[in-house]
Every structure is written in C-alpha cells, then in structure tokens.
T-cell receptor, first 111, second 112 residues
Framework: NAGVTQTPKFQVLKTGQSMTLQCAQD?????MYWYRQDPGMGLRLIYY???????DKGEVPNGYNVSRLNKREFSLRLESAAPSQTSVYFC??????????FGPGTRLTVL | EDKVVQSPLSLVVHEGDTVTLNCSYE??????LLWYKQEKKAPTFLFML??SGIEKKSGRLSSILDKKELFSILNITATQTGDSAIYLC????????????WGAGTKLIIKP
C-alpha cells in the first residue's frame, strides 16, 4: 500500500516549456487535489476532482490544466511554464469527508 | 471570503518547553478543523476536530476547538528537537466538496 505517489520528485524547466506532473493513489479515494506551496503562503489549491470524471478550479488555477484519468490517477499539466510557477507541488487524496493524505511532492523550478 | 489565520508565524523555543500554536478562522460553512505537521516533505495528519471543548490528545500533543470564538490551539508539552516542523491548520467546509482552507503555518524550531 503505497498511499499517494507523485512523479517526478524534481524538475527544472525553461520558460515556455510544458510538462505533466503525475499522481496516483491506491486507497480507493474518490477525491483528489493538486496544491502548490510557496514560502510563507501555506498550501493553495490549484484544482480538485471530487469524483472520477469531474474536475473543478481551486484558488489558483491559471496556467494549469488537469485530467482525472481514472479513479486512481490525477495529472497536472503546465502548458507553458513561467517563473511564477516555481514552487513545490503536492497531490492529495481523500474519501469525501475524511482527512486528506498527501504525496511526497514535486519541486519545480522554472528558469 | 473564507480565511484561516495562524499565529505566531514562527517560534523558537528550547527543548523541554511547552508551546501553544493558534489557529483562528472565518468561514461560511464550517465542518471540521484539521492540524497537520510538515517536516521536510509532505504534511502528515495530526488531528481532526469537529466539536467544541473536546480535547484530542496524542502523546505530548493535544488540541482543542472553540466554535463560539472560532479558534483552535495545538499544545506540545516537553518539546523535543524532533518536534521542529511547520504546523499547518486547515478548516474543512461543509460545501464545495469538503474543500480545505489552509492557514500559512507556524514554523516551530526546537533548540537543544
């Protein structure tokens, strides 16, 4: 039982490049989330998926897209990376009203 | 606008001290309040509080919620260097698919 896994762990991009962050959970959770964490700002919700087949914008969705591929997997795509997207990205999952469980994070640097 | 405010933003104490971390909130549809500990990587869950006045306890950590005054505290007694971390508070809403509204966190440093 791996919990929530994320790939890659680290990534460096040049401005304008694209990439996809992958997330998978094996806890049979309905809901999945993407957050970014910047120093002094706590966690900010980018997008979430309350159930398979649905996605909704969070607090800071601009510049990102998501895909809920199936119940297990939820990916985050940066179409044209910008330096302002340098951050640590966390994926999380939960079973509706339960607590959220987090993946190990992806540290992204955009030059 | 829903918001969660934690104080202090940072705190440095010596091993063996007792610390109290604060979390206040203003949200439209409160369901629960959660505390997480974040060391070098992902946040890990500590407590979920839904009722006022009922203390949750785990070893040297305890937490309580006051739904009238809209705050929670996290206490750590006999602190150890391993307690050094960022402590995050989040409020779960009863709508919007149970989203969490996060505070900025309190960075706690325990000196030996």
């Amino acid at each position: 039982n791996a919990g929530v896994t994320q790939t890659p762990k680290f990534q460096v991009l040049k401005t304008g490049q694209s990439m996809t962050l992958q997330c998978a959970q094996d806890m049979n959770h309905n809901s999945m989330y993407w957050y970014r964490q910047d120093p002094g700002m706590g966690l900010r919700l980018i997008y979430y998926s309350a159930s398979e087949g649905t996605t909704d914008k969070g607090e800071v969705p601009n510049g990102y897209n998501v895909s809920r591929l199936n119940k297990r997997e939820f990916s985050l795509r940066l179409e044209s990376a910008a330096p302002s997207q340098t951050s640590v990205y966390f994926c999380a999952s939960s079973s509706y009203t339960d607590t959220q469980y987090f993946g190990p994070g992806t540290r992204l640097t955009v030059l | 606008e829903d918001k969660v405010v934690q104080s202090p933003l940072s705190l440095v104490v010596h091993e063996g001290d007792t610390v109290t971390l604060n979390c206040s909130y203003e949200v439209t549809n409160f369901r629960s309040l959660l505390w997480y500990k974040q060391e070098k990587k992902a946040p890990t869950f500590l407590f979920m509080l839904t009722s006022s006045g009922i203390e949750k306890k785990s070893g040297r950590l305890s937490s309580i919620l006051d739904k009238k005054e809209l705050f929670s505290i996290l206490n750590i007694t006999a602190t150890q260097t391993g307690d050094s971390a960022i402590y995050l508070c989040a409020v779960q809403l009863s709508h919007s698919n149970y989203q969490l509204i996060w505070g900025a966190g309190t960075k706690l440093i325990i000196k030996p």
